[in-house]
């Protein structure tokens, strides 16, 4: 049997493969280009982007757990003008899709950098409405279908690429969220961002974490989020990115087979910076093993009972 | 330039005051190795972060850690054997730079192993100050000794050496009149404040090694955060993986 087709479209974007750097665990690529030629890649989730500057929390940021890691950066990143000026030509200098990741305090800001940013010449945009680290905006959007359904009608609007909206697994029912999102028009949804969690240092008696809470991903989630896109992908017929502790080409397919289009993995590069090369592989072995010709064929393909 | 390899176990053994060091064939990382850059090693399959130790010595193509026993991670390396792999990511990180007529190395503790190799590399320069918390805990004075024109020993309870603190033991050294051109501090948080203030005071260019949890290791990430002020003399948060971990103690901004 020749090599499966590894090819996947996501909300109108064509990917080369199915793998996907999660937003956050990636910087702009430059770090983790060191290690490996970026174009092996599906596409690039780049760093949340927001407005203006941000500093991001006080450390301690990260907290390890099992099978899994808390963080809670808060979005540090330099602004979506500095990456449009000194990040996003040396990411075009690739050939890998551009996915820009943006978080506003107000769905105005939401609109406004989904028109820089479109405008600028990224693949995509990914609208943050789950991050559990910020104040203002973030997970505050993803939390109600209204105001879900207003930060995508606002993107829809000004964004000249594909809009794909991230969801938050802290809701009671992510399944109203995908659907608010769905009827405003969104392209895709990606899914899951962190869940809140806590560690105590039980001798100083403090949280690890200076911000007390932070976001847990990594291998402890996987189930969850598999879970999730199943039932997002049940609830609301839209392309779906998948993560969430993928860690290997099986937990990819997993992912695919409950409904993904395409996957992002993260956590996962902290211990192996190659990671998503390696998934990918592990992933076409799989398809090879078991005389699926393409990738595609996975999605939603799960035979529930 | 970094490398990710499996590096095989020469030796593991107990340095006494609770530290053990570890020798490993590093291959190519080794030659691209500089005395205060650190590695990020996998401590078992079970945890997900990797740890990273200062790189404290080189002979061929093997690279030197020493580490204490600061949880689960560090537990199960201090459990290997030669011969064993260490998955391991490095070198990564800045370093000292090191250069002038003599430089004054300022550790504290389980700082001092990283300040060990970078005095080795500037051998006819060098002078340290040692400091521990007490005599039991002291490691590597006779290996400074040798790398060093002069070794000198503190500890807070005065059971070894002169009783009190790094930064007094360097302030006596700038007092009596000596000219460095270069401090390079490396131990806890607070012994690094008191030591930069104790350079500016005597207008004394000061390098301390930073230390915060970390998680990739190579500037992708941003959690290990520091504040520090920035080229517009307004303060950020560097990483210390990527900017650090050794960083000019003028920038760095102390209270946090």
């Known amino acids: 049997m020749n090599k499966p087709n590894m090819e996947v479209t996501l909300g109108d974007v064509k990917l080369k493969n199915p793998i996907v750097t999660a937003s956050g665990t990636f910087g702009f690529g430059r770090e983790y280009g060191e290690f490996y030629d970026l174009s092996e890649l599906g596409a690039i989730c780049v ?3 927001t407005l203006s500057p941000r500093q991001g929390n006080p450390p301690p940021r990260i907290a390890e757990t099992p099978a899994g890691a808390l963080n809670s950066v808060g979005l540090q990143n330099p602004g979506a003008d500095a990456f449009i000026l000194r990040e996003l030509p040396w990411l075009r200098g690739h050939a890998v899709k551009v996915i820009a990741n943006i978080s506003g305090n107000t769905a105005e800001e939401y609109g406004v950098l989904a028109e820089k940013l479109s405008d600028a010449g990224v693949d995509m945009i990914e609208v943050n409405i789950s991050c559990p680290n910020v104040k203002a905006g973030g997970l505050a959007f993803g939390t109600s279908p209204d105001s879900a359904a207003l930060v995508t009608r606002t993107v829809r609007r000004h964004s000249r690429v594909p809009v794909m909206v991230k969801l938050s697994p ?20 990606s899914l899951i961002n962190t869940l809140l969690g806590m560690r105590i240092d039980i001798r100083s008696r403090r949280p690890i974490l200076k911000n007390n809470m932070g976001g847990l991903s990594g291998p402890a989630v996987f189930p969850v989020a598999l879970r999730m896109v199943w039932q997002v992908k049940n609830a609301a017929n839209l ?3 998948g993560m969430g502790g993928v860690a290997s080409g ?23 910076p190659c990671a998503p090369l390696r998934i990918r592989r592990e992933l076409e072995e799989y398809l090879h093993n078991e005389g699926v010709d393409s990738v595609s064929k996975l999605t939603g393909a799960v035979k529930p009972w | 330039m970094s490398v990710q390899r499996l590096c095989r176990i020469t030796e593991l053994s107990e340095l006494g005051g609770g530290a053990f060091q570890l020798w490993f064939e590093a291959g190519e990382m080794a030659g691209l190795a500089q005395p205060g850059q650190f590695v990020h090693i996998q401590c078992g399959k079970e945890r997900l972060l990797r740890r990273p130790i200062s790189i404290c010595g080189r002979r061929g193509d093997e690279l030197r850690i020493i580490f204490d026993l600061r949880g689960k991670g560090t537990e199960w390396l201090s459990q290997r054997t030669a011969g064993e792999c260490l998955d ?10 090191l250069a002038g007529r003599r430089i004054l190395f300022v550790g504290g503790g389980m700082g001092t192993p990283p300040l060990l190799w970078a005095a080795q590399s500037v051998p006819e320069i060098a002078e340290a100050v040692l400091a ?5 805990r002291a490691i590597l004075i006779g290996e400074f000794e040798a790398a060093c024109e002069q070794t000198h020993i503190t500890c807070d309870d005065g059971s070894l050496g002169a009783k009190g603190f790094a930064h007094e033991a360097a302030e006596r050294l700038l007092a009596a009149g000596k000219a460095y051109d270069g401090i390079c501090a490396c131990g806890p948080r607070a012994m690094l404040k008191a030591v930069a ?14 230390e915060e949890r970390m998680g990739c290791g ?15 003399g307004a303060e950020e948060y560097s990483h210390v993986c990527k900017d650090g971990p050794v960083f000019d103690a003028e920038r760095v901004v102390w209270d946090e």
């Open chain 1, 47 to 49: 760093k949340g982007l």
């Open chain 1, 170 to 189: 802290n809701v009671t029912d992510i399944t109203e969220i995908a659907r608010a999102a769905a009827g405003e028009g969104a392209d895709a949804l």
């Open chain 1, 239 to 241: 392309p779906i990115l």
């Open chain 1, 250 to 272: 099986e937990d990819a397919a997993e992912m695919m087979l409950a409904g993904a289009s395409a996957v992002a993995v993260g956590t996962v590069c902290f211990s192996d």
């Open chain 2, 88 to 97: 391991v990511l490095g070198p990564l990180g800045r370093g000292f730079r």
């Open chain 2, 132 to 136: 521990f918390r007490c005599a039991d």
């Open chain 2, 197 to 210: 203030e104790t350079a500016a005071r005597y207008e004394v260019p000061c390098q301390v090694s930073l």
């Open chain 2, 218 to 232: 190579v500037g992708a990430c941003l959690v290990c955060a520091c504040k520090t002020i920035g080229a517009d």
